[in-house]
């Protein structure tokens, strides 16, 4: 089975940095995802990574190791609009369909 | 492309009856999923489809739940009889079958049973 840990809740000002880590167990997996979700909506897929290092898309970085089982997302020049859930997820090699979600870490940005 | 479009947005019914709810996957995907999303369960995987077929219903918490997909462009999640406990946000979400892409989420059913 999959089984994934973030923190519930992060908190940093605007125009900052934030890391929001994810540490896994898997018994096999594609890649590591993530998504947006702000509150009353519905979650937005953001980055995908299926080999190790660091993949770029805008302000929003993520970044996978398997071999330590740990993947983080880095969302650079905060703004107010990031204030929102942010999920990592995997999809499972046995299962390819079926990904596995993480419970989410609140991030809350401050002025 | 529309997205995924979920129906309806919000449900309110009395404990007891049945509930469907709908899903319009984007054209194309050959993957189906539905979720469900509590403040203390997270997000649930219920059941997926793949080419319209039942993969992995094991999520599904009850008899009371079913699920279909009668075709490409269209699946269903019924309750019944509903239960104040099934009080949740229901989202349908869809992908292809590369393992990059990421999963396209519907608006989802806020659903209430009361």
């Known amino acids: 089975g999959q089984s ?18 994810c540490t896994y167990q898997t018994s096999g997996f594609y890649g590591l995802s993530w998504y947006q979700q702000h509150d009353g909506g519905a979650p937005t897929f953001l980055s995908y990574n299926a080999l190790d290092g660091l993949e770029e898309t805008g302000r929003f970085s993520s970044f996978l190791s398997r071999s330590d089982s740990y993947g983080y997302l880095l969302l650079q020049e905060l703004q107010m609009k990031d204030s929102a859930s942010y999920f990592c997820a995997v999809r499972d090699i046995t299962n390819a369909g079926k990904s596995t979600f993480g419970d989410g870490t609140t991030l809350t940005v401050k002025p | ?52 077929v ?22 269903t999640l019924k309750i019944q009889p509903s239960e104040p406990r099934d009080s ?20 989802g059913t806020r659903l209430t049973v009361v």
């Open chain 2, 1 to 52: 492309d529309a997205g995924v479009i979920q129906s309806p947005r919000h449900e309110v019914t009395e404990m007891g009856q049945e509930v469907t709810l709908r899903c319009k996957p984007i054209s194309g995907h050959d993957y189906l999923f539905w979720y469900r999303q509590t403040m203390m369960r997270g997000l649930e995987l219920l059941i997926y489809f793949n080419n319209n």
């Open chain 2, 88 to 107: 949740a946000v229901y989202f349908c979400a869809s992908s292809s079958t590369g393992t990059g892409s990421g999963y396209t989420f519907g608006s």
């Open chain 1, 4 to 21: 994934l840990e973030q923190p519930s809740e992060v908190t940093a000002v605007e125009g900052a940095i934030v890391q929001i880590n």
């Open chain 2, 54 to 75: 039942p993969i992995d219903d094991s999520g599904m918490p009850e008899d009371r739940f079913s699920a279909k997909m009668p075709n490409a462009s269209f699946s």
